[in-house]
């Protein structure tokens, strides 16, 4: 907790009452606890719980077993398998695994356990996914939370649901801030290792392993699928070269699997999506969301497949290749495997219960790892409009609503009274009244908005670009941000509010918007004045503004992090992605 004192003595006049956040996360003042329900996918109007998929596949799994048992006694498969005995390609590697493939590959596994929960994590805080680029309920094709309740507010927070701290980081719900450092740092880790390995591959012969190089590995995978299914393993010399099958796979996952899921995970940013407009009108948020679930299935899927048959295809001698680079009968994988395994458990087990206590750290070594990389995406110009007819019939709604009496006094005047103060470090302090904005010179834009939490939604949305208001007022040449103070506080109490770049501020389509689809923007969504900023996500547009500050710094201002939500949900002060 900030000194409140010294805070309360830099204060400025147009300043409101800020708050100092904790540092770790407090489940007490945090959201409740609400787990939702089984997944669920939808066919037609009906809801199938995925849980059927387990009998489902057991059955399929006996069938499949009992026609590949079947077909092996049929002379011509006989010849096939005989022909196509499995080996992917003639070539083969000389070199077994060297160390910096064990090293890639132990790396590889590490790192993904820690996308793979804070995935989980991200997805529970709104865990409905879509095909179409608005959020409308009910045509969410997948969800782990009830109907959307059509007879009382239900915002995006409410929305996110409780997992368990084993499977999710941290597991809380609504903790889709600390989750996402979680997530992008180690994406970081994963695509540099992932690099280094591609070139390795390639500087090395072992992308022969991996790359198919002949037509036949196709008849080699399916005999060695047909071999695998009827419970008679082909012979394998995993040492020197792999079989169809593995091929195939192994060259999916890391040469298509892989670069999907990073493309599709940038393409939900409001940076890449609203940069390359034309792809993304194809590749929308949700789709993209839909895209990267589908790719994690497929991890999840080669992942249990892959250990499974590194149990039953003789684990010795896959833990003699895999952790000590030998081929030879002794124990020395095992030696490695198991205070390996045990230290990664003991990781498991703790990440999400100090996430919860060092929440603040988190988000620190997070901007230091990753929120660079998330300034150059800012250096993009947001350009992407829509047209009338993109305009999404159902535009959720989030945030905690005002409720101040000068506010209900303003909003019973029909804000026929409001004045936004405009001050700081500026040549012209300003008090603009509701009539003079409208009087302003206004733009309209047709953009999509990103929710922190996964939705999004095209809107129209009127009012008066911030850079007219810039030119009005004047920044001294030391103003380099500026502050969105709300009418209503956050979730935590205190005021909320948000700071941007100047650089941003200065965008074209930075708005003051006091229209939304044509009609005066409504209660929910902000009146009588919001901001849009169309590189970031929307936690940063500020609605029900009350006063706009140019400021040199941001450290002095609430518990110092650039934002309400950056206090008190540890997001990131730059959010383009
Ligand atoms: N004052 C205030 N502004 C706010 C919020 C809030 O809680 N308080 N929530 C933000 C979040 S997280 C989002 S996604 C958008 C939602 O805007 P909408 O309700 O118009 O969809 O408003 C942003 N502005
Ligand atoms: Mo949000």
Request: charge should be positive.
């Amino acid at each position: 907790m900030k000194n409140i004192q010294a805070m309360q003595a830099s204060k400025s006049a147009i300043e409101p009452n800020l708050v100092g956040a904790e540092d770790s996360l407090k489940l007490g003042h945090w959201m409740p606890y609400h787990t939702g329900i089984m997944p669920q996918v939808r066919i037609g109007k009906r809801w199938i719980s995925i849980w059927w998929a387990i009998p489902i596949a057991f059955v399929a799994a006996l069938f499949a077993v009992a026609i590949a048992q079947e077909l092996r006694t049929i002379p011509a498969v006989q010849d096939f398998i005989l022909r196509y005995p499995g080996d992917a390609t003639p070539v083969s590697v000389t070199s077994g695994f060297p160390w910096w493939l064990r090293a890639q590959h132990f790396f590889n596994a590490f790192f993904m356990m820690f996308i793979i929960r804070a995935g989980i994590q991200i997805l529970a805080d709104y865990p409905r996914l879509f095909l179409q680029r608005d959020c409308t309920p009910g045509k969410e094709w997948f969800r782990f939370q009830h109907d959307v309740p059509t007879d009382r507010l239900w915002t995006s927070k409410d929305d996110s649901v409780t997992i368990p701290g084993w499977l999710g980081i941290p597991g809380v719900r609504h903790s889709v801030g600390l989750a996402r450092w979680w997530h992008f740092t180690f994406d970081l880790l994963w695509i540099l290792n992932g690099l280094l390995y591609y070139v390795l591959l390639f500087a090395t012969n072992q992308w022969l392993r991996v790359v198919p190089t002949s037509w036949s590995v196709f008849p080699n995978a399916l005999s060695t699928l047909i071999q695998y299914l009827s419970l008679n393993f082909p012979v394998e010399h995993t040492w020197t070269v792999y079989n169809g099958l593995q091929q195939l796979t192994y060259f999916v996952t890391i040469f298509i699997a892989a670069p999907i899921a990073f493309i599709t995970g940038v393409m939900q940013g409001p940076a890449f999506s609203n940069k390359l407009g034309w792809f993304a009108k194809f590749m929308n948020r949700q789709l993209a969301r839909t895209i990267h679930f589908i790719v994690l299935g497929w991890f999840l899927f080669f992942i249990f497949v892959h250990t499974t048959l590194v149990f039953i295809t003789g684990l010795r001698k896959n833990l003699n290749y895999m952790f000590a680079g030998v081929n030879d009968g002794s124990w020395n994988g095992f030696l490695i495997y198991i205070p390996v395994m045990i230290i990664l458990i003991g990781i498991w087990i703790m990440v999400s219960p100090l996430t919860i206590k060092y929440a603040r750290r988190v988000q620190m070594i997070g901007e230091r790892m990753v929120g660079y990389i998330q300034s150059w995406a800012e250096l993009w110009d947001p350009q992407t409009q829509y047209t009338e007819k993109d305009i999404s019939p159902y535009f959720w709604v989030n945030g905690t609503l005002p409720t101040s009496d000068e506010y209900n006094r303003l909003k019973e005047g029909n804000f026929a009274d409001y004045k936004i103060i405009i001050g700081g470090l500026v040549e012209n302090p300003q008090e603009i009244s509701y009539a003079a904005l409208k009087s302003m010179p206004k733009q309209d834009q047709i953009t999509k908005h990103f929710c922190i939490q996964g939705w999004s939604g095209v809107a129209k949305w009127g009012g008066v670009p911030v850079r007219d208001i810039i030119k009005i007022v004047k920044p001294k040449p030391e103003a380099r941000y500026v502050v969105f103070y709300s009418f209503a506080e956050g979730a935590d109490g205190g005021i909320y509010y948000d700071v941007h770049s100047m650089r941003n501020m200065r965008h074209h389509l930075s708005l003051l918007a006091y229209e939304m689809n044509g009609e005066p923007l409504n209660f929910l969504h902000g009146a009588p004045l919001r901001l849009r900023c169309e590189n970031q996500l929307g936690f940063k547009m500020v609605k029900w503004i009350r006063a706009i500050e140019f400021v040199h710094d941001f450290k002095h201002l609430g518990a110092g992090h650039g934002g309400y939500n950056e206090d008190h949900e540890f997001y990131g002060y730059r959010m383009p992605i």
